[in-house]
């Protein structure tokens, strides 16, 4: 076969460039056509990752040097299939072999084509390879009228859900594994004290939620060792599985069809031979052409178009035979029926930018038929090369009623016209020398083949990337030209899609109606920078855009308790700040913009609808259907499943493709609390420690103390620095701000503690609990520290937010582990459990003056209402006497006088 290079000259004038992609594995620096956005980027060294490198045994010396766009991963591949074409008879030699592998990688490199998905490894039917498969018989169409076929769907349907539970429980597992050890890691105590959960509260509420999320004690013991759990990046993709259900499925069939939807993507197909056609389709190598790209090298695009599939029938004929399939019997079917599958894609995103709409539908279609067509007279010359497949007989057939419908629906003469001879031309070589392939298929690629072409999905908004490599959104580009050449203005349209971010001339909401409401142009300044930022109304009217005095005393809201959706529903009615929403943030879409032009009617709504109508249309020049794609939502019910597979079954639209949707990463059932309680946990199987935790639901609005509070000033002294601390109390006795002083202090140092002790006093304002405040602090190390003097609890700290937080946990939380009285004066490490001084009288604690005289002053603390539980005390000796002042028998001599271990008085009695 000879073959006549067209694209190979081209990028002699490509401009290319070095670009850093961020990687798995780290950043990678590559060499790219200018102009590459990073996703397209990545998505080609994804499919270079998988590309094969075995080569036939030419003995014609090393393949030339490759060039360095993607690290030569281009030219590597268009080499090996020249190689291979070559070893195959292909070509009829070496200069014929060179020139296609160049004209191969010029269609990359420029944009005009990209290969779909290949195999790294498989197996494969290739007798120059030496690698021959027996045949074995399997089908991927699963009948669901013969039982054993569907009980083995059943089982696969099972398999599938299992997967995809396991998938969303193992990240959830892996996340409270980690958790642990970060706990451990974030403690800066003894290692002992630090890996035991007696010792470090937030390392036992890790191993809780850990042994709750499924994790066995082995898995907690390794994450408290410093072991690190990652859950795969993305479960293994299966493909969409294939069945067919006949017109007099029972409902055993349908069932076993419903449950398999709602596990995973399924096509259905309600005739055997359909169903057949999209599994040859589905293992058939596959390449996508740019229509858009092939307008951009100027002349005649059309006669590129032919040339370019001409190209592409050879490159997917090379690599039907030299690729890898799943497996032997997968191999075996696309060896016997030779599926290839080309498409054309960014038609309609192609015209749009030439400024025509639906109106060139038949043009598109044509474009369309001529490449199916080129690539069926293409696949006849191969066929002399080499030899019609083995299935030709019984197709040939089909394939001329097929042909007879196609012309039907092409005109008479322009493009239709073309693409008319084309078909016939192709049916006369298929006479006289059959065809190298059963099928050529025009289904669209998956989105990754897109991506790598630099296109996507024609909707209404665009995401493209600046050169300063950051992301924009903007009206797409071919929306943008069509509206421009049917007269409508598209700037207009744009503000309409993306909205004009500021509330200047805003329905309902603009300026003059809130400096109605009392708004200055301070507000209205802090309003509008954050519109330019934010992604909701509300954000733009919350703390702290809008000051809390500005809201309470201009606005008369409380802003404690007035959230960002009450703030604005007091500014205006639903109605305008709906209205408002959209002029600021956009619309969905174009489909009530009132200046829309009448031309391009249904277009502007649903950009990507109307392209999926085309491609049904396209469908019909390829010898395999397009199936409907239907998505199901998360929520969807059996009953809807089914209503959907008989509504297809019984309209006879041909086979459909059932897509569930992921539920939403963040949980949306709201459980009643009491139905929770009355859930009871499962029983362990044997007996174990575990850590019991109460949680409590707080509203997070802020806690106001009262005016007069409760608290007490604790002075201290930390390594010889002296540290004064306040605190402030709720009526209930709960903390609610602390105070933090120090004495001859540097201005920084002073003016950081007092801000910290405001931060701290807002989260505990707000309902952050103490505990996590104490677990954050303790044990953090740095001077001053060392010997702690003036507090009877604690006797040694790490640093002045080590005893402040010891100090509230001992006072507040009971934390009686985190006291150490006993320490040596040299220890600052010291965490001994001293015990407190001798107990005093319940006047030393009580202030006066908060009382203002109302507690009276022979109040004592009896001793079981101690915090602490004192050690035994030894046997008594001596019995103890009656005291005159108090009355109880705890009267004990003291020396030489007499002490009452009640009330404290010392009478002067004789012994």
Avoid at 281 to 297: E, I, N, T, V
Avoid at 417 to 443: D, P, Q
Avoid at 509 to 516: S, V
Wanted: with cysteine; glycine share 8%; proline share 8%.
């Amino acid at each position: 076969m000879r073959f006549t290079p067209r694209f190979s000259d081209l990028p002699r004038d490509l401009r290319l460039e070095r670009r850093v992609v961020e990687r798995p594995g780290g950043h990678v620096t590559v060499v790219v056509p200018s102009g590459w956005t990073d996703a397209r980027i990545e998505a080609w060294l994804d499919w270079a990752a998988a590309l094969p490198r075995d080569l036939p045994r030419l003995g014609d010396g090393a393949p030339p040097m490759p060039s360095p766009v993607l690290d030569g991963a281009v030219d590597r591949w268009s080499h090996r299939l020249a190689a291979w074409g070559r070893a195959m008879g292909v070509f009829a030699g070496e200069k014929d072999a060179r020139a296609f592998a160049d004209d191969l990688t010029a269609s990359v490199l420029l944009g005009l084509a990209a290969p779909g998905p290949v195999r790294l490894v498989g197996a494969r039917v290739h007798p120059i390879a030496d690698d021959l498969i027996p045949a074995v018989p399997h089908s991927p169409v699963a009948d669901l009228q013969d039982d054993l076929a569907r009980a083995a769907f059943e089982v696969e349907t099972r398999a599938v859900q299992g997967e995809r539970f396991a998938a969303s429980s193992l990240g959830r597992l892996c996340a409270t594994l980690n958790a642990v050890a970060d706990a451990v890691a974030r403690c800066q105590g003894p290692a002992a004290d630090c890996t035991d959960p007696a010792a470090n509260p937030a390392l036992a509420r890790a191993a809780l939620a850990a042994r709750q999320a499924g994790a066995d004690d082995a898995a907690i013991l390794r994450a408290m060792a410093g072991e690190t759990f990652a859950a795969p990046d993305a479960q293994p993709e299966r493909p969409t599985r294939l069945a067919v259900l006949r017109p007099d499925a029972g409902q055993a069939e349908i069932d076993a069809a419903i449950r398999a939807a709602l596990a995973g993507p399924l096509t259905l197909a309600f005739d055997p031979d359909t169903a057949e056609a999209l599994a040859e389709a589905a293992d058939a190598p596959s390449a996508a052409l740019s229509w858009p790209a092939l307008c951009g090298l100027g002349g005649d695009a059309v006669s590129a178009l032919e040339s370019l599939s001409r190209l592409w029938t050879t490159a997917l004929e090379i690599e039907l035979a030299s690729g890898f399939s799943a497996d032997g019997a997968s191999a075996v079917r696309r060896h016997t029926a030779r599926p290839i599958n080309l498409w054309l894609e960014g038609v309609l995103e192609g015209f749009l930018s030439a400024g025509r709409g639906l109106e060139a539908a038949e043009e598109m279609t044509a474009l369309v038929a001529l490449m199916a067509a080129t690539a069926a007279q293409t696949s006849s010359e191969l066929a002399v090369a080499l030899h019609p497949t083995p299935i030709w007989p019984g197709v040939s057939s089909r394939l001329d009623a097929q042909t007879d419908a196609r012309l039907s629906s092409l005109a008479e003469d322009g493009l239709g016209g073309r693409a008319r001879n084309a078909l016939e031309a192709a049916r006369t070589a298929a006479g006289r020398s059959g065809r190298r392939h059963g099928r050529i298929a025009v289904t669209p690629p998956g989105p990754e083949t897109t991506l790598r072409l630099g296109l996507g999905a024609l909707t209404t908004r665009q995401v493209a990337q600046t050169e300063g490599g950051e992301t924009t959104r903007r009206l797409h580009c071919a929306i943008h030209a069509v509206i421009a050449a049917k007269g409508g203005d598209p700037e207009d349209a744009e503000r309409w899609v993306l909205g004009r971010r500021t509330l200047v001339g805003a329905p309902g909401l603009d300026h003059d109606r809130l400096r109605g409401l009392g708004f200055t142009d301070a507000e209205l300044e802090a309003v509008e920078r954050a519109l330019a930022i934010v992604q909701t109304l509300d954000d733009a009217f919350a703390p702290p855009v809008l000051d809390a005095g500005f809201i309470r005393d201009v606005l008369g809201l409380d802003p404690e308790t007035t959230d960002a959706p009450a703030l604005l529903a007091a500014l205006a009615p639903v109605d305008a700040l709906d209205a408002a929403r959209a002029h600021v943030f956009g619309h969905s879409d174009l489909s009530d913009w009132p200046q829309a032009p009448e031309a391009l009617g249904d277009l502007l709504s649903d950009p990507a609808a109307v392209e999926t109508e085309l491609w049904l249309a396209f469908a019909r020049f390829g010898d395999a259907p397009l199936p409907t794609i239907t998505i199901l939502p998360w929520t969807s019910t059996a009953a809807e499943v089914e209503d959907l597979i008989r509504d297809a079954k019984a309209v006879g639209t041909g086979p459909i493709t059932l897509v569930p949707t992921a539920p939403p990463s963040q949980p949306v059932l709201v459980l009643p609390e009491s139905e929770a309680r009355r859930t009871p946990d499962p029983a362990p199987s044997r007996t174990i420690e575990t850590v019991v935790e109460r949680v409590v639901e707080r509203d997070r609005t802020r806690r106001k103390l009262p005016d007069r509070r409760k608290g007490y000033i604790q002075k201290a002294a930390v390594g010889g620095h002296k540290v004064y601390v306040h605190t402030g109390e709720y009526d209930d006795g709960e903390l609610g701000e602390i105070f933090i002083d120090m004495h001859k202090e540097g201005a920084a140092f002073r003016s950081l503690m007092n801000n910290f002790a405001i931060a701290i006093s807002i989260g505990l304002q707000y309902g952050v609990p103490l505990d996590e405040f104490v677990d954050a602090f303790v044990f953090t190390r740095f001077e001053p520290a060392g010997r702690v003097t003036g507090n009877d609890s604690i006797g040694s700290a790490t640093s002045i937010l080590d005893y402040i937080f010891r100090e509230l946990g001992v006072s507040y939380l009971g934390r009686h582990e985190l006291a150490n009285a006993d320490a040596e004066p040299l220890d600052a490490d010291g965490l001994g459990g001293g015990q407190a001084d001798e107990l005093v009288p319940a006047s030393h604690f009580i202030s006066r003056g908060f009382a203002r005289g109302a507690a009276p002053d022979n109040l004592v603390i009896l001793p079981f209402a101690r915090r602490i539980e004192p050690e035994p005390s030894p046997p008594r000796t001596t019995d103890a006497d009656a005291c005159p002042a108090c009355g109880d028998f705890t009267l004990q001599q003291r020396g030489g006088a007499f002490v009452c271990d009640a009330c404290g008085v010392a009478p002067s009695m004789q012994g």
